[in-house]
T-cell receptor, first 107, second 117 residues
Framework: GIQVEQSPPDLILQEGANSTLRCNFSDSVNNLQWFHQNPWGQLINLFYIPSGTKQNGRLSATTVATERYSLLYISSSQTTDSGVYFCAVAGTYKYIFGTGTRLKVLA | EPEVTQTPSHQVTQMGQEVILRCVPISNHLYFYWYRQILGQKVEFLVSFYNNEISEKSEIFDDQFSVERPDGSNFTLKIRSTKLEDSAMYFC???????????????FGDGTRLSIL
């Protein structure tokens, strides 16, 4: 089955810093989403991005499907960005989630 | 924006008891899913459901689990005889299904935190 790896596993930033999170996947996929899991456990959809680049405020994402990776950029980080970031790629009838990047932003 | 609704938000159950987790998917969606997340771990697929049948299930989804769409709006996950290791966050999701299921985004509910005592 498809393997999904995320890096780094943990990241600590000072407020205002920028960061890049990476998601590698082992096979071609038709669909990829980035989620932020907040401290209450909710999965917040950030991007649906099977290919190309999208931006939403301080966040942007790029997926290079032919090279089997996706990047999530966080600029000018805020304490509310803390939590775990997951990428998920589509199998036929399911999502396969990565192991996540745990981000802590310090004030 | 339409959302997936899960109830209850937190369920506490004695080991060995049956539990039913409930979900209301987005109304015009055709595919429904359950996922599980043990505390501190990644989200794992349990089962997908389409046209009143299971499309795919994982190794986790053994005989103690079942899913049902009892009416036109609800989608349920039943765990027959709960074990301590069933303690986890359970997420329901739905997707439109049109244009190829694997091309469509999945919309997730806020989860039900299940605690087995």
């Amino acid at each position: 089955g498809i393997q999904v790896e995320q890096s780094p596993p943990d990241l600590i930033l000072q407020e205002g810093a920028n960061s890049t999170l990476r998601c590698n996947f082992s096979d071609s996929v038709n669909n990829l989403q980035w989620f932020h899991q907040n401290p209450w456990g909710q999965l917040i959809n950030l991007f649906y991005i099977p290919s190309g680049t999208k931006q939403n405020g301080r966040l942007s994402a790029t997926t290079v499907a032919t090279e089997r990776y996706s990047l999530l950029y966080i600029s000018s980080s805020q304490t509310t960005d803390s939590g775990v970031y997951f990428c998920a790629v589509a199998g036929t009838y399911k999502y396969i989630f990565g192991t996540g990047t745990r981000l802590k932003v310090l004030a | 924006e339409p959302e997936v609704t899960q109830t209850p938000s937190h369920q506490v159950t004695q080991m060995g008891q049956e539990v039913i987790l409930r979900c209301v998917p987005i109304s015009n969606h055709l595919y429904f899913y359950w996922y599980r997340q043990i505390l501190g771990q990644k989200v794992e697929f349990l089962v997908s459901f389409y046209n009143n049948e299971i499309s795919e299930k994982s190794e986790i989804f053994d005989d103690q689990f079942s899913v049902e769409r009892p009416d036109g709006s609800n989608f349920t996950l039943k765990i027959r005889s709960t074990k301590l290791e069933d303690s986890a966050m359970y997420f329901c999701a739905s997707s439109p299904g049109t244009g190829g299921v694997s091309y469509q985004p999945q919309h997730f509910g806020d989860g039900t935190r299940l605690s087995i005592l």
